[in-house]
């Protein structure tokens, strides 16, 4: 097992690669959007997105990023999902992470680091995900659509206009979305708003800003959608560790 550690500016983007390892992205500072065929994930403070091996993918930062990784041979992995997923970090693995990296190689021959490695194994087969992710159609019409939406999350217009706009009626565009993304385009719509305004509040912007930005058309609504889907506030699912619940 390897690890790695860099500092990036806002805005800063790696283009989209692969690894031969299975991957873990750990965010101590700064919001990091993962972007692959399947879908966009983002990863805030204290969370985690784990990569599988092969897996094309890119990387931005929102605000400064302070970025943690581990490489994992496939053979240590294998027991852990063949898919990407964004997870909680407790304060254990945050820990473990952060010694991973200072030691950059460990050794499973070496009994102390094969205890490091094992430890951060047994913690990713405990953690929980969460739901940040926004799944990438497949079908030109769909993805036409989801692209529109995820440039301009303020769009007024509703699925019916913005259909035809597309190639595609109302009913074809709800079932591909149904289909491909396992949602219902509403539920793909609300999750684009929330990840954008994520990514704004990571920039510096205000709550408010933020929200507004995301196409919320007030404050209060931009917090309750946050509230139910990650069980806290915006401030304090991007806040330091010591005042978010994990």
Known sequence: MAGGSWEFEHGYAIRQHSHREDQLLFASQGVM?????????VVPPMRAVWIPAETAHGVSMSGRVSMRTLYFQPNLSSTLPRHCLVT?????LRELILHACQLRTLRRRV????????????????VDSVPVQLPEPHDSRARKLANLLRANPQEP?????????????KRTMQRLFADECGMSFSRWRQRAR????????????SVTNAALDAGYSTTSAFISMVRRQLGTTPTRYLGPADRRQL
């Open 88 to 92: 909680n970090v407790s304060s254990l």
């Open 33 to 41: 959007t993962v972007q692959t065929n399947e879908g966009v994930w």
């Open 194 to 205: 929330l990840i954008h305004g994520i990514q704004r509040l990571a920039e510096g912007q």
């Open 111 to 126: 009994a102390p680091e094969r205890h490091v490695i094992e430890l951060i194994l047994d913690q990713l087969r405990l």
């Open 157 to 169: 217009r509703q699925l019916e206009t913005l259909s035809i706009e597309c190639g595609a009626s």
